[in-house]
């Protein structure tokens, strides 16, 4: 079967070198372990931070040589385990690959609410959405007629953190990378203003967008953008520290940032998280999120890429903004 192999550690970017699709033969489940067939992997900008040396991380980093790692939906297809039976769905640390042997103990089954097509459950409520309503309704505790900022807003987590801020009757600020986006957000998300950070003067649109002030900051992309949005932090304001997406690519620490200052000035709490160990609470939250996109209270985009030959582009596009919502690669059906 096929499967992506990590050959070379990128300097920055993942490029087409990073990784080779390779074959290799059948593997077989051992006692307390399950084959699965991967159908659909999660790309996540978290995977490039397994490609690096850094000592700080939440897991094992991927070795060189090693099969690339991502978050799947997967199928069981043989179980030397009594957790899980043939034909169950389950979501998995699992391989770009298109059969993986995992240990039973590190996969969860996955219910697909009635009616919603299997792609769209997954990529909505398997990590995306989960980490939107961690961050904001656990950490940020959004009131009515604060204003929210997110960044990286168009993407899977933004577009989700942002619209369940709306629901909780917030003003929602929105920033992205193209005009486009920026019209998706205020268009069809409903966000009352949406800033795209490449044109000039980010900080006098952000200062015009926020007339009140931040009173949460939902980050995902970190840099100068989150400098701009802590320069008009509220008193008691909340900044959710959910990725810092724009230095991932480098490997060096970045400084920054620069308006830490504010942290005290405007006595600011400043929390990040790892979703990953909130996954008891998993269930609790797909309720909300599963009754949310039924009822068109979320609207959630994927961006879907067929085969397993494109998972080091479709990966590659998280970087450059070239994804157009939750990027997913279909290996098998
Ligand atoms: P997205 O769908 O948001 O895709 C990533 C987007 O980030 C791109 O489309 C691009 O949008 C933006 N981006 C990329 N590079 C830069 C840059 N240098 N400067 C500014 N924007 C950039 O991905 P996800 O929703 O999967 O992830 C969003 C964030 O959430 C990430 O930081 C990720 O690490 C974090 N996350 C955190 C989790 C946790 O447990 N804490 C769990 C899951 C995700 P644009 O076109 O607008 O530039």
Known sequence: CQYWRFDIRPEKNINNETFSLQTRSHLHPEEGQIKVKNR??????????????????????????????????????????????????VTALTEWAEYSI????????????????LDLAFGAMSIAGPTAYHGLLNIAHPKPGETVVVTAASGAVGSLAGQIAKLNGCRVVGTAGSDDKCQYLTDEL?????????EADFDKALAEACPQGIDIQFENVGGSILDSCLTLMNNGGRVVICGLISMYNSSQNVPGPYMFHNSIMKRLK???????????????????LARWLQDGS????????????????????LYTGENNGKVLVKIQE
């Open 40 to 89: 659909i992997i999660s790309m996540d900008a978290t995977n490039r931070l397994w490609l690096g040396e850094r000592e700080e991380l939440y897991m094992e980093p991927v070795a060189l040589g090693d099969s690339m790692k991502g978050f799947g939906l997967c199928e069981v297809v043989e179980s030397k385990s009594k957790l899980f039976q043939k034909g169950q769905l």
């Open 102 to 117: 995992l240990d039973a103990h590190t996969v969860n089954p996955f219910i697909v609410p009635d009616g919603m097509p």
């Open 190 to 198: 409903g966000f009352d203003a949406a800033i795209n950070y490449r």
């Open 270 to 288: 400043i929390e990040g998280f790892v979703i990953l160990d909130h996954a008891a609470d998993f269930p609790n939250m797909q309720q909300y």
């Open 298 to 317: 979320l609207k959630f985009k994927l961006h879907c890429h067929n085969g397993i030959e494109h998972a080091s582009t479709a990966l590659q596009s």
